[in-house]
Structures are given as structure tokens and as C-alpha cells.
């Protein structure tokens, strides 16, 4: 994007033209996602782009200490400030030698903040001929501001912490004058479990809004940091409920498009909101330690997140849907709340350009919180990604530790870790929920030296893992070189919803009848006038495309499953290889084959119609349905309804 799309490359932040509304909020999207991505990869190129920004911003700093373009009161939001801010501090964490100028960029500009707030929350809520947020999406997200201010305070106060801690005050204070106060919102009472037109509501938009309520999750957890109010660590907790039970997708995601309604399979799911769901859910597990949200962060990374991204990574939806037997330019919008019928198309910018800019943040800071270092010390595997940790434990830092995780996980469910360490230390490794602990294991492999006799001394155990209470399970590290492998067992797991409907799961990945589709490519569309796009604002080398996929003729989508009859499949000989791109179809080591029968699905507002809404009768004979990874399938269904069937020959 920083080479050629235009809400990046020609951003008014680095002397640019373009911005797509008043919020500028593009680049400073973009920079939050794209500096974790280039100090996780250590691409050089990457690392140049986020470096040309960081020092446009910082060069370009205004006197008075406002970071970006805008001069006037009228123009001058902090909402995009808090994008920057995050980028900022993930940038100082990674490289030092730019540590000092970041700080001291941000304390100019915290002052400035301040002063802000201070008069009538100027900056935040809206006043006259003000125009950098006429929606109000900035009261709404008010605690964003918190994370970047509480690790300026906590490392590099310097004389200033008052006026830190009076900033991210009076940020929650304008939030709760507007009517944007989540903690008003995640209660029983006020919570709307479905929401229709008919529905009484009576709290601002802006909680309904799916982005929105991502990121608001944050919120009772980033006042807690601050006062220790343990009722904002439990209301955070009652906040995740709330969602898991009555707008949580199958794939992880909040359904909204964009805002909530029910649990349908047909209502749409903002790319935005699943990667705001994993970094809500990783920073919510690290305070809160409970298993399930760690599982629900793997949950919406490897399902809901993939599944709205095209294999190349050149494309993406703004909606998808969890039963979605076509993508393309749908004949009606009506079927959404918010969203155009273009939406589901995989595209560069298929609807608002917010997801093109946002949704890169989410592997990248996803990676950056897979290991965690614990209470009591040690360090813990929470993310069952591979990856590599380097880190220095002890109370004073004297532990020099290495451990790097070698897996296919989510694919396969092996992971093996090479480590070296100085000195002993805990290390832990998440089980996740869905693991049967009775047949999983652990087999440790040690080498360890002394320098004074100069003797190697070697060992090996194995053993059934017996995690803690919180899902941790316990591997003492002694000194020197260990290998030590965790295999999981599982399987299939068969998730029953309303309407006589069930999906179908094994082990983090959701399982989804495959749809083999045709595929019909079209030149990138501008989201408002549909109108075609400049090449000034295209990839030059052409792979930014428009896609309509539909299901290739004698595909078959209409079906219902007997979720008794479920077979798994592993076609890759190879365990420690996976294809690349791995998010395609045919391309995951592991399918599912399920009993399943053709019926009758009616077709409403241009889509399957919900489960529920009409009766299942079933037509041919039962076969064995091809079911494969969700995120790997751009077509697929995912809920469907359940009947009894005769037994199937599977011949597998």
C-alpha cells in the first residue's frame, strides 16, 4: 500500500493529498499494523516504509506539538492520533535507537492533548464548524488513547505523569459527556441480545457499531489498569460473555455489517472487526488469564480472518458471511444494516477503505503477544503459533533465553520447542480448551554443561500433560539446550445452534462444506461511485484485482449434514510442511468428510436464506461432503441443518 494505494501513499501525513474523511485516520491505520509486521518479519523493505513515516511525522511535528497536517481547531482530531500513538510505541519497543525522539515526541504532544481536553474536550467532541468527527466514532473509542499513555508513564514519565494521567481522564470524562460510556453498555440490562427496527434501544449508535464494540471491549479493562477497580476486571469479563453468547460468530468475529442484529448466518462480518476481536481478545487474555479467550483469540485468527482475505493477499472482503455460496455484487443491499451490495465482493477496496488500511494489524500483533512472560517469572506459549521468542528473565535480567516453535499449528497439532537458556527457568505452554489431556504429552530432550568440569550431561522424559487451572501447562527448563515436542490430541467437535443447525470443528478451525467456485475478475472499483480506479492508485505490476467467485457448475451448497457421520482426512504426507498459500482451497493438510443429502434452500435477498426459515426436505441420495478449513474456502457453509441420515460409504 505505501507504493502505490493512495489513502497510504499519498497521505497528507508524509506531504500528500488524500485523505477519505475527515477522521484521517488511513495512514495512521496502516502504520499501526505495519510496523509490527515489519520488525516481526525483519523485511528491510518494510522497515524502510515505516521508517520514511516515523520520521515525516516526527520532523514534521507542529510547534505546538500536534502530530500530523491538520491546523485548524475545525480539523484537529485526537481519535487518529491515537492510531499514530500506538504505532509509535510499538516502534520505540522495537527499535531503540529511535526510542528517545518517539518519547520525546509524545510528551510534546501530550501537552498539547491536554490543554485540549481541557478546554470543552476540544479534539474529541465535536463544537461549531467542526469537522474532524461529525459521526462521533472518536467519543466512542475514547480509551484507545490509554494503552500508549500507560506505557509512557509506566517507562518514560519523565515530570510529566500528572498531566498523562489527567489526559487519559479527561478523554474517558468527554467520552461519558457525549453518552459514550461502555461501561453503561456491557450489563445485562442494557445489552440488546438481538436488534431490529423494531427493538427497543435506547443507548448511543455507537455501541452497535461491530467496530466499535471490538474495541470498546478494551475499554473497562483500560480504566481497571489505571484505578485497580476490580468490578471494570469482572465487567470486562461480562463484557466477553455477553458477546460470546448473543453476536459471536462461528468463525470468532462479531456479526455486524455494520451494525449487530442476530446471529444469522446470512448477516455480514466487517473484516475490520475481526482483527479489532484479536487483538481485544490477546490484550484482554493477558490481563485476565482465562483460557476460553485465548481460544477465542485463535478462534476469529485462524477462521474469521482468513476466510475474508484472498490467498495472495492482494484482496479482501468488507463483509463475509458464515454461509456465503457466492461472492459478488449482490442484486439488493437490503440484506445488510449499513453495507452496499458490492461488499462481499473480494476486492481492493470493495466497500469503505477502512478494512484495506485496518486489517493488516492482525497477524502481526498477533504474533507479537503468541509468548508472554508470567507471574512467577517465567515465559508462556499462549498463541500456539510458530514463532520465535528471545527474551531475559530472572529479577535481574541475568537469564538469557531463546525459544523458537517449530509447527504447522492450526493444521497439525505438534509443536516443537528448540530452547537455550543461561540458567534454569518455567516455561508453559497454553492447552488449549478443545485438547483431550488425556492422550496429549509432552517429551523433553536436554543437553546441559558445566564450565567448570566441562561435562555434558543429557536427559529425555516424557509424560501426560496435566495442565494448571488456568490452561498452563508446566515445563521446567534446565540450563543449557532442550527440545522438548507437545502433541495434542483431538477431535471433531460437533457444535449444535438454533434452529436444528450445528457446525462443525476440529481442533482451533472451523470446518465448512466446500464450494469449488469460477472465478470473474474485474478492474478495482472506487468504494463510493463504483466507478473504476486510477492506476495512480493500483499496484503497478497489476495484482490488484476485483473478484466475483460462484460455485462451479454441479458444486453443490444446498445441503443438510448428519454431523454422527464425520470422517477426517489427511492428505499431506508431509507433517512438518505446509503449501503456501496455505488459506486456499485444497491447500490445508486436514479435511472432514460428512454425511450429508441435498435439500430444497430457498434463495432470499440474493443470498441462502436463514436456517430456520423454511422446511428441510431432502432430495437424491446421502454422499460424503467435502469439509475443509473455513478460512481456506472463500465459498462455503458453515451452519447447516441436521438430519438423520442412512449410513454413507466414505471410501476413504
Not at 2 to 29: K, M, N, Q
Not at 569 to 593: Q, T
Not at 611 to 617: H, I, L, N
Request: charged share 20%.
Amino acid at each position: 500500500m505505501f507504493d502505490f494505494y493512495r489513502f497510504v501513499h499519498d497521505s497528507r501525513y508524509i506531504g500528500g493529498s488524500t485523505e477519505y474523511s475527515g477522521l484521517d485516520e488511513a495512514s495512521p491505520y496502516w502504520f499501526n499494523g505495519l510496523v509490527p509486521l515489519a520488525f516481526g518479519l525483519g523485511d528491510e523493505r518494510i522497515r524502510g516504509q515505516v521508517k520514511y513515516y516515523l520520521d515525516y511525522i516526527l520532523d514534521h511535528q507542529q510547534e505546538d506539538g500536534w502530530i500530523g497536517f491538520e491546523t485548524t481547531r475545525a480539523t484537529r482530531g485526537l481519535w487518529a492520533r491515537c492510531l499514530l500513538l500506538l504505532g509509535l510505541i510499538q516502534y520505540a519497543e522495537a527499535d531503540p535507537t529511535q526510542t528517545e525522539r518517539i518519547v520525546n515526541a509524545m510528551h510534546r504532544y501530550v501537552v498539547l492533548a491536554h490543554s485540549m481536553l481541557q478546554n470543552n474536550y476540544t479534539g474529541l467532541i465535536v463544537h461549531g464548524n467542526d469537522t474532524f468527527d461529525t459521526a462521533g466514532f472518536g467519543v466512542g473509542r475514547t480509551h484507545e488513547m490509554h494503552i500508549p499513555m500507560q506505557w509512557l508513564l509506566e517507562r518514560y514519565p519523565r515530570n510529566n505523569s500528572q498531566i498523562i494521567w489527567e489526559t487519559m481522564e479527561l478523554m474517558i470524562d468527554g467520552g461519558v459527556v457525549w453518552g459514550a460510556d461502555w461501561r453503561t453498555f456491557w450489563t445485562d440490562k442494557s445489552y440488546p441480545k438481538v436488534l431490529y427496527d423494531t427493538t427497543p434501544y435506547e443507548l448511543s449508535w455507537v455501541f452497535i457499531h461491530g467496530v466499535n464494540m471490538a474495541q470498546g471491549l478494551r475499554y473497562p479493562l483500560s480504566l481497571y489498569i489505571n484505578s485497580g477497580d476490580e468490578a471494570l476486571k469482572a465487567q470486562t469479563r461480562k463484557a466477553v460473555d455477553l458477546l460470546a453468547q448473543y453476536h459471536r460468530s462461528l468463525a470468532g468475529t462479531i456479526l455486524a455489517d455494520e451494525y449487530i442484529s442476530d446471529l444469522n448466518p446470512s448477516r455480514g462480518a466487517e473484516l475490520c472487526i475481526a482483527a479489532e476481536v484479536m487483538f481485544s481478545s490477546s490484550y484482554i487474555y493477558q490481563y485476565l488469564g482465562d483460557n476460553d479467550i485465548a481460544d477465542w483469540a485463535e478462534q476469529t485468527a485462524f477462521n474469521a480472518f482468513p476466510v475474508s482475505v484472498a490467498p495472495d493477499w492482494w484482496s479482501h472482503q468488507y463483509v463475509q458471511q458464515e454461509n456465503q455460496p457466492w461472492s459478488r455484487n449482490l442484486s439488493t443491499d437490503d440484506l445488510w444494516w449499513d453495507v452496499n451490495s458490492y461488499a462481499n465482493v473480494f476486492g481492493l477496496e470493495p466497500n469503505y477503505p477502512c478494512c484495506t488500511v485496518n486489517h493488516p494489524q492482525a497477524y502481526p500483533k498477533f504474533l507479537a503477544n503468541s509468548f508472554t512472560t508470567t507471574a512467577d517469572g517465567g515465559l508462556a506459549h499462549v498463541f500456539l503459533i510458530p514463532g520465535t521468542a528471545a527474551t531475559s528473565l530472572g529479577s535481574d535480567g541475568s537469564n538469557t533465553v531463546l525459544v523458537s516453535a517449530n509447527t504447522t499449528y492450526p493444521f497439525g497439532h505438534t509443536i516443537t520447542y528448540s530452547i537455550s537458556a543461561s540458567e534454569p527457568f518455567d516455561f508453559y505452554v497454553r492447552i488449549p480448551t478443545w485438547a483431550d489431556t488425556s492422550k496429549s504429552t509432552t517429551t523433553s530432550a536436554s543437553t546441559s554443561s558445566n564450565s567448570n568440569s566441562r561435562i555434558e550431561t543429557r536427559s529425555s522424559n516424557s509424560s501426560t500433560i496435566s495442565p494448571s487451572s488456568l490452561g498452563l501447562q508446566h515445563i521446567p527448563i534446565p540450563a543449557g539446550t532442550t527440545t522438548t515436542t507437545l502433541r495434542l490430541s483431538t477431535t471433531p467437535r460437533v457444535v449444535p445452534r438454533a434452529n436444528n443447525t450445528a457446525a462443525i470443528y476440529y481442533g482451533a478451525l472451523l470446518y465448512a462444506l466446500a464450494i469449488e467456485h469460477d472465478t470473474v475478475t474485474y478492474p478495482p472499483v472506487e468504494y463510493r461511485s463504483m466507478r473504476a480506479l486510477p492506476s495512480s492508485t493500483l499496484d503497478p505490476e497489476g495484482r490488484t484485482k476485483d473478484f466475483a467467485l460462484t460455485p462451479k457448475e454441479g458444486s453443490r451448497w444446498n445441503v443438510a449434514i448428519d454431523p454422527s457421520q464425520i470422517r477426517v482426512v489427511r492428505r499431506s504426507s508431509s507433517p512438518d510442511e505446509l503449501e503456501n498459500p496455505i488459506w486456499e482451497l485444497g491447500a490445508p493438510p486436514v479435511e472432514l468428510r460428512v454425511a450429508a443429502v441435498e435439500i430444497d434452500w430457498p434463495i432470499v435477498m440474493d443470498t441462502a436464506a436463514d436456517p430456520g426459515t423454511f422446511d428441510v426436505k431432502p432430495k437424491g441420495k446421502p454422499f460424503a461432503a467435502r469439509f475443509v478449513p473455513y478460512g481456506s474456502s472463500k465459498l462455503h457453509m458453515a451452519l447447516l441443518p441436521v438430519l438423520e441420515l442412512d449410513d454413507v460409504d466414505f471410501d476413504i
